[in-house]
């Protein structure tokens, strides 16, 4: 397998447009979100969109570099990056790291703070690819097929719920459920493994004080449609206020006011709820249709892929990135408890950030090997003739 870097074939606007339009709204918005914040903490209104825009710079090069990059290599790599991943994860719960809110999530290099569940699900959903590619129709036993992908999948899991990290494990076991659909598991397999992943969830949540907080306030929100001034569930009192008070138009950019003195996290994971604020309706809609987008290019790209392996890994990116949005959004909006997970492109963030333009890439290189005709692919040793775009 060659390492060889070379230009794609050809780049794929349809993917690149609605990140680039979300990059570019990210920037604008994490200024208008962090611009008071920085200038109270930091005597500088540009504090948070000058290491921001750096973190773009960052990720755009490892797009670049993603782009080029033969998506074959990452085969050959993901049992590696999955090893070193999981050593990350387990110095992290071994050694501590810097913690927010009763969570330890961020390994410090230097100057640097690094969280290693961002590479960790990319490293995950390129091995389970490879697993998944390699076993073909022995997915459909339990025993010889699903049994080794869910220790892996349940594992890394298990590391990132420790943290406490639950908006990610969550993230990464849909993932892994809909690739291992993908894959042929059989429905009865998947019913047992959504209810353990259930049980385990619940019992991570009766664990954590902070995290039954963030239940009874999202249950006391709706229940009694009470706003908690101590702190019970301000903050998802507030981005919902937010959300309403932008109308359909917004109060414009920079006019916001719940970020000034209300709405916590307003340029991390609640940085939709300032875009709602400000663009209204308007605004939160067009950001929806980017990722919708998206996540049709992506699949697209998956069904066209020119082997197994890049089906299910373009498949594994997308819907990773999608799970994303579709937990932030959901938790911004009241629809679930708070989390803790940035809105990708979107979110003031670094790695995350450069993780998912990373992604943007190796889909960009897939998309440049996508076939047009009638192909044939091997599943479980036995070929099968399959129309480009169809499965």
């Not at 076993?135 to 594992?155: Q, T, W, Y």
């Not at 937990?327 to 003031?348: K, M, R, W």
């Not at 047009?372 to 599943?379: K, P, Q």
């Amino acid at each position: 397998m060659s390492f060889a870097i070379t230009p794609p074939r050809r780049l794929d606007l349809t993917l690149l447009l609605p990140v680039a339009a979300l990059v570019a709204l990210g920037l604008v918005m994490v200024y208008s979100s962090s611009a008071f914040l920085g200038a109270e903490r930091y005597q500088s209104e540009y504090f948070f969109l000058k290491r921001h825009a750096i973190r773009i710079g960052i990720g755009l090069v490892v797009l670049l570099l993603a782009a080029r990059v033969d998506y074959h290599v990452y085969m050959r790599l993901a049992p590696w990056a999955l090893g070193a991943c999981t050593a990350l994860l387990v110095v992290l719960l071994a050694v501590g790291g810097v913690g927010v809110r009763g969570a330890n999530r961020w390994l410090s290099f230097a100057a640097m703070n690094v969280q290693p569940t961002e590479l960790a699900r990319i490293a995950c959903v390129a091995y389970l690819a490879r697993l998944l590619d390699r076993k073909g129709e022995r997915m459909a036993s339990f025993k010889d097929g699903v049994l080794p992908a869910v220790f892996v999948l349940g594992g890394l899991s298990l590391l990132i719920l420790l943290q406490p990290n639950l908006g990610s494990t969550i993230a990464l076991l849909a993932t892994g459920f809909l690739m291992l659909h993908l894959s042929g598991t059989r429905f009865r397999h998947l019913g047992f493994l959504l209810l353990g992943g259930i049980f385990l969830a619940s019992i991570q949540v009766l664990r954590h004080p902070y995290m039954m907080d963030r239940v009874e306030a999202w249950w006391g929100l709706w229940g009694s449609g009470s706003i908690d001034s101590l702190g019970k569930n301000w903050q998802l009192s507030q981005s919902i206020i937010a959300l309403g008070s932008g109308g359909l138009f917004g109060t414009g950019p920079g006019h916001g006011l719940q970020k000034v003195f209300f709405l916590p996290d307003p340029h991390t994971d609640f940085i939709y709820a300032v875009i709602g604020e400000e663009l209204g309706l308007i605004g939160t809609g067009a950001v929806l249709l980017a990722y919708v987008v998206l996540f049709l290019r992506g699949l697209k790209i998956a069904g066209m892929a020119p082997d197994r392996f890049g089906f299910l890994l373009a498949a594994g990116l997308t819907v990773n990135l999608i799970v994303y949005v579709a937990i932030n959004v959901a938790v911004v909006t009241g629809v679930v408890p708070t989390t803790g997970l940035p809105l990708p492109f979107l979110s003031y963030g670094g790695s995350a950030l450069v993780v998912n333009l990373g992604v943007t890439g190796v889909l960009l290189n897939i998309a440049s090997q996508m076939e047009t005709g009638i192909r044939t692919t091997s599943v479980g040793g036995k070929a099968a003739v399959r129309r480009a775009g169809g499965r």
